[in-house]
């Protein structure tokens, strides 16, 4: 991996966040104490630059609050993509590397990268696969390229682009499409026009687009939130304040056909609260009203009937580092391979994937990525396809997958070469 260029580096940064970058453009490690000391002078040039905004809360006035300011931007050029810790060195922070070239499948190419029992895994671009296929499916789950300003290292395409760019991967998919079956689009609302802090609306214009083009009838926009993302979007929310920190992104779900839709939310039941299994346990409501001038209604024994579980709402809380992620990109870094930097949660592609299809039903994901979706599939008994452009993701992605039954791979994975 190589570091970044300098010059483009600091251009790409707020000007208040350049000293702290500066400091680290060397590609060596540097303690805070190391960074203090080295901005001393930009401080005593510049007080007022590096002076709170507003009063320090009390459980800060002891502490140097300079050198707090100079954290908050390390932080900040984290979140950028431009700095990281140094693992196992309290305090220490170095320039994160730029990702290594991504290898592109040549046009026209389709080889098998690995296979299991129930699956296929495709170096190809989608649009080589899916038009030659004649396979009823039923139900598309991906993560397309989001329309975002810099586009992450396998690339993008415009807020422009993006209805013409997502009606030409789905085309051939919505045509082996069995009745009832499902189209399910993992997308960010995080896009903005461009150097302003409205939101695009590429997602209203992709949804239209799909009724329009393909008569696909919009089932539900499934939120689903991260507690742990970082604030932002940076430049809107922290630098300029002008947005509230984004924590939730959507799915986009359509179907074919809406009275023989295969969801069931008995597939996805969840645990009743605690609350719940007591209003149960004592056979129900004890009282009579109504709320909301009689819209909704309480009887006795209302709630008390036992039921399987809780049915899931449509708002979701799922997080991207879990057990599985983490072990994915351990075993990629230790091979020298890429990490991917928008994996798409598995627990979320767990929960859509069962509540929208039958075992032995077939899943297809066009945009693979670390094939979570796939991965899902392969572990709630359903056949699944995916195509992933990328050859360093999907042998990243092979790793979650060895020890399926019928595991067949053209990577050798104790090398991080082609078998």
Not at 234 to 243: C, E, F, G, K
Request: proline content about 8%; hydrophobic content about 40%.
């Amino acid at each position: 991996m190589s570091l970044p260029c300098e010059p483009d580096l600091l251009a790409a940064v707020p000007e208040t966040l350049r000293p702290v970058l500066r400091a680290y453009l060397s590609g060596a490690p540097v303690a805070n104490d190391a960074l203090y000391a080295q901005l001393q002078p930009e401080v005593e040039a510049s007080p007022e630059r590096w002076q709170p905004k507003a009063a320090a809360p009390a459980s800060c006035r002891d502490r140097n609050l300079v050198h707090r300011k100079m954290r908050w931007h390390q932080q900040t050029l984290r979140q950028l993509g431009l700095l990281e810790k140094v693992p196992g060195r309290r305090g220490v922070w170095q320039l994160k590397p730029q990702a290594k070239e991504l290898t592109p499948a040549r046009p026209g190419m389709v080889l098998v990268a690995f296979s299991t029992r129930l699956g296929l895994a495709l170096w190809s671009s989608c649009h080589d696969v899916f038009p030659r296929i004649d396979e009823p499916i039923a139900l598309l789950l991906t993560s397309p390229p989001y329309p975002i300003r810099k586009p992450r290292a396998y690339g993008g395409v415009t807020a422009g682009e993006f209805t013409d760019f997502i009606c030409g991967a789905l085309e051939p998919i919505v045509a082996n499409l069995l009745d009832g079956g499902s189209i399910a689009l993992s997308l960010s609302p995080d896009c903005f026009e461009p150097g302003s802090p409205a939101r695009s609306t590429y997602l209203e214009e992709a949804t239209l687009a799909l009724k329009r083009r393909f008569d696909l009838h919009l089932m539900d926009r499934i939120i689903w939130t991260n507690p742990a993302r970082p604030p932002g979007p940076v430049r809107w929310a922290s630098i300029q304040r002008v947005q509230l920190s984004a924590t939730y992104e959507m799915v986009l779900w359509f179907t074919n056909n809406p009275a023989a839709c295969f969801s069931d939310n008995r597939r996805v039941l969840q645990p009743h609260t605690e609350r719940h299994a007591g209003l149960i346990a004592r056979g129900g409501e004890k009282r009579t009203t109504n709320y909301g001038d009689g819209a909704y209604r309480l009887r006795v024994g209302s709630f008390g009937a036992e039921t399987a579980g809780r049915i899931p709402r449509n708002v979701q809380n799922f997080t991207h580092n879990g057990a599985t992620h983490r072990a994915m990109r351990q075993a990629a870094i230790s091979a020298g391979l890429p990490t991917h930097g928008a994996c798409m949660p598995l627990g979320l592609a767990k929960f859509l994937v069962e509540f929208l299809t039958r075992k032995d039903q077939l899943v297809v994901d066009c945009f693979g990525g670390w094939l979570r979706t796939a991965l899902a599939a392969e572990q709630t008994g359903r056949r699944w396809l995916a195509t992933e452009l990328m050859g360093e993701h999907l042998m990243g992605a092979a790793y979650a997958f060895q020890h399926a039954e019928g595991f067949q791979s053209a990577f050798d994975l104790k090398t991080g070469g082609h078998a």
